[in-house]
């Protein structure tokens, strides 16, 4: 019984690698099923970083920033490594909207405290140029500078667990909800039969 | 190819959901008691065949099995899609809500299309060549026309069409010899196993 298959399988076997090795020297941007973007403020520079579902980057992506109305402030792409940055460009909430490859969209939003609490540690001037009043300002700075630092591999973790892939609760729970839609169709089925 | 929210216009979204539904209406209409589990078993491989990426070049994409579906069940692959593609929009977040009509006819018109082109060549007393090619032809083609089909929603709302069509196409050859391979082995199983439910193909 083998052997009657075994040519049969052997040529499907041969155009299977055959096809497949073209698909090795593509370089086309990566994608899945699902895309997020998140976002967070650094200073006075919005950051973003994209990824498909498995955590691939998503390279050269669209990145259009809106305000909460709704009206198209700026635009950018992301780089290899799925991250696009650019300065604030007003102070209000804004609304992140990442477009990939087919069909592919997210959105991320950040609310106006976020900006505003950014903003205002790094706004400060020093008032009437005092000695104490510069030291304080740069004691603030650096603070900042290693707050931030210290904190983007958290931001990094929190990034990651938005990008959680389905896992075995989700799974079980669709195949139990649909087995649960046929017993229920059974039944109803069963009933009409009876009448 | 699970298109997200907010990625189509209304009219697509409109248009998607009423072919969805006039397909989903005609295959319940087909449904009797006999096929409700057989029904139930697709649509759950369907929902979890999203699950399995194929790892081929830089790129991941993942089985659909819709032509495993289409031939089995013809149109009633319809609601079969429909449900599966609801839970995973739901658990999942794979595609949306809004998207689930336009999804679903993507997923579920080329399944029913290959049921008619090729169901034929699945029916007890053909040549085991030509069985394994329709199978296989109908694994193939169903993920083809789909990527047409999402490329072709995408044109409609706006993105230019052989780009965006070459490029789906182009990512999902590796899932459509894939799905072909797949088709063909469950199809070649069944007909060992339960030959009863290659027969009432009815083409």
Known sequence: ????????????????????????????????????????????????????????????????????????????????????????????????????????????????????????????????????????????????????????PIINMLANCQDRGPGISEVMGGIGYIFGLVGVALYFANRRKKL | MHISEGVLSPAILIGGAVVTMAGVAIGLKKVDNENIPKMGILSAAFFVASLVHVPVGPSSVHLILNGLLGLILGWKAFPAILVALALQALLFQFGGITTLGVNTMNMALPAVICYYLFGWGVKSGIKQRVFITAAFASGFCAVLVSSILVGFSLYLTGEAFLPAAKLIVAAHLPVMIIEGIVTAACILFLKKVRPELLEEINV
């Not at chain 1, 019984?1 to 052997?10: A, E, I, L, S």
Request: aromatic share 12%; hydrophobic share 40%; net charge positive.
């Open chain 1, 1 to 152: 019984m083998f052997k009657k298959y075994y040519t049969g399988n052997r040529f499907y076997f041969l155009s299977f690698i055959l096809l497949m090795l073209p698909q090795t020297f593509y370089n086309q941007p990566a994608f899945a099923h699902k895309v997020t973007i998140f976002a967070w403020v650094e200073g006075d520079t919005i950051y973003t970083q994209s990824k498909f579902s498995k955590g691939r980057k998503a390279k050269g992506a669209l990145v259009t920033v809106f305000d909460m109305e709704g009206n198209r402030l700026l635009e950018g792409t992301t780089d290899e490594k799925g991250e696009c940055s650019f300065k604030i460009p007003q102070k209000t909430g804004l609304k992140v909207v990442l477009k990939a490859s087919m069909g592919h969209m997210a959105e991320w939003k950040i609310p106006v405290e976020e900006i505003a609490a950014a903003q205002a540690s790094q706004n400060k001037m020093p008032e009437a140029g005092g000695p104490t009043c510069f030291q304080r300002e740069e004691i603030r700075r650096l603070i900042d500078e290693s707050l931030d630092q210290k904190l983007s």
